[in-house]
Structures are given as C-alpha cells and as structure tokens.
C-alpha cells in the first residue's frame, strides 16, 4: 500500500524558513520521481518542485526558485522540501506525490504571517 506522509508545516513569519519532510512507504522509492505541490486557499493545486529517482535531477516553479530547495534521501524513503525566504503568498497546504503513482500525501499546512 503506497502511503506518502508529510510533516513539518507551521506558522512561520514573513522572511523565516521551515523544512518540509515526506515519508514514503509502500513502492520502490528510489525508481520515483517525487514532488511537493501547494494549494492555497481558493486557488488550484500547483506544482511546486521535483525532483527525479537519482536525486539529481531537479526543477522549481519560477515563484520558489532560488528559495525553496528539494532533496531526497533514498536510504531512508524520505524527500525533503527545504524554504528560506518565505513570504505570505508561500501560505498553503503542501502536499508530497510520487507522480508515476499519481498518490498524494494528506499534506502539512504553512502559514505565513506578514
């Protein structure tokens, strides 16, 4: 049973960081594309980072690049979704996915006070 479980989400203020962690369980993680996504209140799910099986291979929506950085460790099932720099419009729930799988964690609420 392919479970993906997210933690690490809070309330932060404007300029702080926080470091987002998924824990995969349930699938051959290492052979998975993982990605975080974000939704914020009235708004459609966005894709905000990815990150291919090796680790290698990366990419950000343009609006986190440059702050938000996307990891995995392999050994231990887990990705990891680092922020720096956040901003208010960084508030929402995000939500961990193996893409091929197309199954989504229950995701973690960031809330970013100005």
């Known amino acids: 049973q392919v479970q993906l479980v997210e933690s690490g989400g809070g309330l932060v203020q404007s300029g702080g960081s926080l470091r987002l962690s998924c824990a995969a369980s349930?699938?051959?993680?290492?052979?998975?594309?993982m990605t975080w996504y974000r939704q914020a209140p009235g708004k459609e799910r966005e894709l905000v980072a990815g990150?291919?099986?090796?680790?290698?291979?990366?990419d950000y929506a343009d609006s986190v690049r440059g702050r938000f950085t996307i990891s995995r460790d392999n050994a231990k099932n887990m990705v990891y979704l680092e922020m720096y720099s956040l901003k208010p419009e960084d508030t929402a729930v995000y939500y961990c996915?193996?893409?091929?799988?197309?199954?989504w964690g229950q995701g973690t609420l960031v809330t970013v006070s100005s």
């Open positions: 996915r193996a893409d091929a799988l197309d199954a």
């Open positions: 349930g699938f051959t993680f290492k052979r998975f594309r």
């Open positions: 990150i291919g099986g090796t680790g290698i291979v990366t």
